[in-house]
């Protein structure tokens, strides 16, 4: 292939105060001490905190502010109180038990994974116990002729492809960070593979999930791993993206894949934001099957190349990734090269060298952070509408253009084979006006999807900000009947309370 080089060079729960910086369809909250009955000055009963210890013993149960600081937030700009103890269970018996003894005393329970959500879901908006499950770490089952294997709550996305490194399979729902697989099943997660292996919704098979009072729920039958089923409820699917209101994850049969024969990737850069959406576009069109096709704008190339010691062109550029045998590879390359040429396309280049293709994707995983480092000291904030591929060229040049006139600093980037991308704005905490212009972008940005027929979420989930959005996407009867399986499952609220309803 002539002209290829290396790649770019809670019931009867009150909130004393609760200050928020709000919109009608998004909200940043700064939570400060509540009470609830079962605590007394912003505090749990010291009886209630011997409970908890009687359960998982005194060194898993902690009250000491530093703890409870760290879990009462996650990636994003929300700012809540702590929970007022954080718990690590060991198995999924202590967990029942945890649940049963606050759902007995009022007590709000927030799950809790590798804290790396970005939409407030992990915030302790009323208080309560933090039931942190990152101890329960072992993988219970591996099934190789039947593609599945079973995680408890603790193991992450990587800790997972390490373990099936030499098995033939691995698990290629990859969200960028080192999430918890169990959190990436209740945020409904997906990631750069999606365009091909699906999000988490595709990928769960089955759910062990301990209910609100305690009780155990597997959501397909007990250790039950088939492929299809058109048995009753699909109980399991309830429970992806449900964003730990509903229940505590405890243990997820995931499916698995073959790992690729042979995987290259190539990146091109365009002279404009239109000629890279097109191109992705037609590629989907022509049926080339590409594992990954991910779109960075100019300013994104810009953070990566400092950020990551890339040198790749400060352009609107595409990254790709290919899966097959070597000669399918060849053909895919081929295909893909023409038809990002015929849109202008520049800078053309491929690698199949292991290094080197990880040397691009941890940039691109990293670039959060490579925006943040553009702005010292400010916040990043990450929007996330998804909408109709036909509809993806029209609403990410409109958002280019809006960033631009609003004055603000942001980078776009994200999924574009499933038409998902995301904003990554920056902003001053200690900028009122700054951050109304950011919040008033993010709201134009979720409407505009919506009048599209996208979603305000393609993969972050609904969280704390994005609860008005969700009412006009799904309406008054869909919201109605959300709230109604909330209030079967968990009747008196104590579930995460505050996320998505």
Not at 29 to 53: P, T
Not at 476 to 489: C, P, S
């Amino acid at each position: 292939m002539p002209g290829r080089r290396g790649l770019c060079g809670v019931g009867g729960a009150s909130v004393d105060r609760l200050w928020s910086f709000s919109f009608p369809s998004f909200r940043i909250h700064w939570c400060a001490w509540g009470s609830f009955g079962g605590r007394a000055d912003g505090e749990l009963s010291k009886g209630f905190v011997e409970a908890l210890k009687a359960v998982v013993g005194s060194s898993h149960v902690s009250t000491a502010v530093a703890v409870r600081q760290q879990h009462g937030h996650d990636e994003s700009m929300h700012r809540c109180q702590p929970p007022d103890a954080v718990v690590w269970p060991q198995n999924v018996e202590q967990v029942s038990q945890l649940a049963a003894l606050c759902y007995s005393q009022g007590v709000p329970i927030i799950p809790f994974g590798t804290g790396t959500g970005l939409e407030g879901g992990v915030c302790a908006v009323q208080g309560g116990v933090c039931i942190n499950l990152t101890h329960m770490d072992k993988i219970l089952e591996l099934n190789r002729e039947d593609f599945s294997v079973v995680v408890e709550p603790g193991v992450t996305h990587k800790a997972l492809n390490t373990h099936l490194r030499d098995s033939g399979l691995w698990f290629p729902v990859d969200p960028g960070a080192d999430a918890s697989l169990c959190g990436m099943v209740a945020t409904g997660a997906s990631g750069t593979n999606a365009v091909r292996y699906g999000t988490m919704r595709e990928n769960v098979l089955n759910l062990e999930v301990v209910l609100p009072g305690g009780e155990l729920l597997h959501t397909a039958g007990l250790g039950r791993h088939f492929r299809k089923s058109a048995a009753g409820y699909n109980l399991t699917g309830l429970f992806v993206g449900s964003e730990g209101t509903l229940g505590l994850i405890t243990a997820a049969t995931l499916r698995l894949h073959p790992a690729p024969e042979a995987t290259v990737v190539a990146t091109c850069a365009f002279p404009s934001v239109q000629a890279a959406v097109d191109s992705t576009v037609h590629i989907l069109q022509a049926a080339v099957p590409v594992a990954r096709i991910e779109f960075l704008d100019d300013v994104t190339m810009d953070a990566c190349n400092k950020h990551s010691q890339l040198n790749c062109s400060v352009a609107p550029t595409l990254f790709l990734e290919f899966h097959g045998s070597e000669q399918v590879l060849a053909e895919q390359l081929q295909r893909a090269e023409e038809i990002t040429q015929d849109n202008g396309a520049f800078h053309f280049s491929s690698a199949k060298e292991a290094e080197e293709r990880s040397r691009l994707w941890a940039a691109r995983h990293s670039a959060w952070y490579a925006v943040l480092a553009l702005r010292p000291g400010y916040k990043g904030y990450s929007t996330d509408v998804c909408v109709p591929i036909s509809r993806l060229p029209e609403i990410l040049v409109q958002t280019k253009e809006d960033l631009k006139a609003q004055g603000l600093t942001g980078a776009i980037l994200g999924h574009v084979g499933d038409g998902n991308f995301h904003c990554l704005l920056l902003v001053d905490p200690e900028d009122p006006e700054e951050l109304h212009r950011v919040m008033a972008f993010s709201e134009l940005l979720g409407r505009r999807a919506l009048a599209l027929h996208g979603t305000c979420t393609g993969e972050h989930g609904i969280g704390l900000g994005k609860r008005q959005l969700l009412q006009e996407e799904v309406g008054a009867v869909g919201m109605e009947t959300m709230r109604r399986l909330k209030a079967m499952l968990d009747p008196r609220g104590l579930m995460n309370p505050g996320k998505v309803l």
